[in-house]
């Protein structure tokens, strides 16, 4: 198992040569620094801590500044924890590329979903509206709480009301793997993933891979073909000379 951390930027469609079109999430990953080396020894588990993206000095505190210079890297903005058995050889320093995954990959994609504000209960959960007419006095009400006659003087938690919903923590199972570029640093995923633009993500292997799912990825075309320069001969256009009208003098009588 092996994870990293990217940036979700955005979706679009690649086709294939044989006109096989795959919408997928543009993800972009930078490398991943490690920081910080988890330990059952020391620390009771085993994980890497990374940092993504690049962060001015000057914006680090005291603690974040020598918590870097210990591990020897240029302040982060931002650090997590990312686990996998693939991941024990990378020490302090090194770094973490976008081509830890191959195209062709099954991967699971974890992020916080949007934050939709606070919803009634027909919107969040898609329960049915009352009636709208004929004298009814209950259209969009939050319904019995009654908890099966037990007598417990407070509502059992899970109960379905309204609430603030999404900005959670969601995860997408079973994605594709289209395109890895670590030069250019991104991953393109078949499918939508959980979070807005910009919004920080994990990528890791897939926990709950069915069998015969994995799925060959056709060859991309290429985006940026070869242009040719095409000059077409152009006739000369003579100068346009301006010249004083003739006036035809008055003839007297």
Partial sequence: MKSIIGRKMGMTQVFAEDGTMYAVTVIEVLPNVVTQLKTADKDGYVAVQVGYEEKRESRANKCEKGHFAKANVTPKKHLAEIKGDELASYKVGDAIAADLFKAGE?????????????????????????????????????????????????????????????????????LLVVKVDAEKNYILVKGSIPGPKKALVTIRSAVKVQLGQKQIVKDLINRIPAVEEVKEEVAPVAPVVNEAPVVEEAKGE
Avoid: C, W
Wanted: proline fraction near 4%; hydrophobic fraction near 30%; glycine fraction near 22%.
């Fill in 106 to 174: 099954i991967v699971d994609v974890i992020g916080v979903s949007k934050g939709r504000g606070f919803l009634g209960s027909i919107q969040r959960y898609g329960h049915k509206i009352g009636p709208k007419g004929h004298g009814s006095g209950y259209h969009r009400g939050l319904g019995s709480m009654a908890m099966n006659g037990r007598p417990n003087n407070r509502v059992l938690p899970g109960k379905k009301m309204a609430g603030h919903h999404g900005n959670e923590s969601a995860t997408i199972l079973n």
